[in-house]
């Protein structure tokens, strides 16, 4: 598999975000950046994640795209838009109900410039343990089912956090 990578490209109000190869958690730091800024600013009244040529996609990073489609939904009532021509990503994001919450598509015509979104890591254990605890409690947001699957992660995370944060890490 090859490293994960994120792209952007703008449209008028439109933001498409294109991410491909393996994307994990050690290099969401610069794309959670990325997404914090465009809803801190209320930039785009929709958002596109392209994972057409994402070849596998960790909780994490589903994580912060839910958190994306729940301030899209609550400020301008719309849902984002995923597309995907992988059926195994496709059944992924269906078994964790982003259906619920995404129009998700199986083809979309972007004719923008895509620029990278650099990966980064996230800065420290603490930073790190904090990104990975919001995500997945966004996730068990979505439906009773993820609320089972992830509890045991959200509070062995939330034990870690505490940890840290005691330590001053």
Do not use: W
């Amino acid at each position: 598999m090859s490293q994960g990578k994120y792209y952007c490209a703008y449209s008028e109000n439109h933001c498409f975000i294109k991410m491909s190869g393996d994307i994990r958690y050690t290099n969401c730091g610069g794309f959670k950046k990325f997404l914090d800024r465009i809803m801190s600013k209320d930039m785009f009244e929709n958002i596109l994640f392209d994972l057409s040529d994402t070849e596998n996609i960790d909780s994490t990073n589903l994580g912060l795209i839910a958190k994306n489609a729940e301030f899209i939904i609550e400020n301008h009532n719309t849902k984002p838009v995923i597309v995907s021509t992988n059926n195994n990503i496709t059944e992924l994001l269906q078994s964790i109900g982003f259906d619920m919450v995404f129009q998700i598509v199986k083809q979309y015509s972007i004719d923008e410039n895509f620029e990278d979104i650099p990966n980064e890591s996230l800065v420290n254990s603490t930073e790190m343990g904090k990104t990975l605890l919001e995500a997945h409690r966004k996730l068990m947001e979505l439906n009773e089912k993820n609320r089972d699957t992830f509890i045991d992660v959200v509070k062995a995370l939330e034990m870690s956090v505490e940890k840290k944060s005691n330590l001053g890490n």
